[in-house]
């Protein structure tokens, strides 16, 4: 079916349109069930459009879900990713969900390698994710450690710099932002990845590398080469911080499905974070740091001049 999709004289038209350089704004409608998941997988994958990468905008985190599983199922790729918000609920911004850190932490890094690559992604979201801002790329490539198999480790260096990334040091590690070294093993658990790393060591060189199972401890599958990625929400809240929307390559195509639904979603958050910090502040609570991290991301999706298309 999907190559049905594929084969079509307006899929066609659609693809050449997104193949332009100059960026435009494209609307279609008339899409009922799951056509929109149909469209954006067949665009993802049709050869006029191997140059591009795709940000869908879902209305909220349960559609956002559900059209990420779906294009998942009908492409079978692996370069599609999952942003969601950090925050667990928007009545207490200070409070974060760990595995959504961990999901926009990975989303991040590849939008961050989609800088001057071929390597087409699609990245799938909602309005609140977008109202965060996030780490420069220069800065988040710069503060991943990469590790490749047969490299020799200066592992008293490594463990400082875990511990300035804020990385625990535990017996066991279960969750990301913890690491446990035992003998000549080091296991690590990366924000970018949804399972640890486990690094044997012989002497100080790389003897191997494999994934770990944090319920049972034991290694799964070997690698050749690992990147350990700190918690960019929290690590770097001194650091500059951007738009979601300055954060895309410019080979960006953003599909959104309600342009005014977005805009009124952000302006709402803008003002739960506002209530939230006068409440902080009243407490005398320091949410210096939420305060930098506003963005009027609704005035960003008027203003950056990209290759937009609205689906419904």
Not at 22 to 43: D, M, R, W
Not at 204 to 219: A, F, G, K, Y
């Amino acid at each position: 079916m999907l190559q049905q999709y594929q084969n079509t004289p307006r899929l066609f038209q659609l693809a050449d349109k997104l193949s332009f350089s100059q960026p435009e704004k494209i609307y279609l409608k008339n899409l009922h069930g799951s056509s929109s998941e149909f469209v954006v997988a067949s665009t993802f994958l049709h050869p006029a459009c191997s140059q591009l990468n795709h940000v869908v905008i879902l209305n909220d985190a349960e559609e956002a879900a559900y059209f990420h599983n779906t294009l998942e199922s009908l492409t079978a790729a692996l370069d599609i990713f999952y942003f969601p918000s950090s925050f667990k609920n928007k009545k207490n911004f200070s409070l974060l969900n760990s595995s959504h850190v961990m999901l926009r932490t990975e989303a991040l890094t590849k939008i961050a390698s989609a800088h001057g690559s071929v390597n087409k992604k699609i990245f799938v979201t909602y309005p609140e994710a977008l109202f965060e801002k996030v780490i420069v790329p220069g800065k988040l490539s710069s503060n991943i450690i990469h590790i490749k198999s047969g490299n020799v480790l200066n592992v008293e260096e490594i463990l400082l710099k875990l511990s300035d990334y804020g990385f625990e040091r535990t017996d066991f590690v279960y969750e990301p932002g913890q690491f446990a070294i035992r003998g000549g093993i080091l296991d690590i658990y990366s924000f970018g990845n949804d399972k640890p790393y486990r690094i044997e060591l012989f002497g100080n060189e790389v003897d191997s590398l494999r994934i770990v199972d944090p319920e049972t401890q034991l290694s799964e599958r070997r690698l050749l080469q690992v990147s350990i990625i700190p918690n960019v929400d929290t690590q770097f809240q001194d650091e500059e911080r951007i738009s979601f929307f300055d954060f895309l390559p410019e080979n960006a195509v953003v599909w959104m499905q309600d342009f005014d639904w977005c805009k009124e979603r952000l302006l709402d958050w803008e003002e739960d974070l506002s209530l939230f910090l006068k409440r902080a502040e009243n407490s005398g609570n320091d949410n210096t740091n939420l305060a930098a991290g506003r963005e009027n991301s609704d005035e960003k999706l008027e203003k950056r001049n990209i290759k937009a298309k609205s689906i419904e």
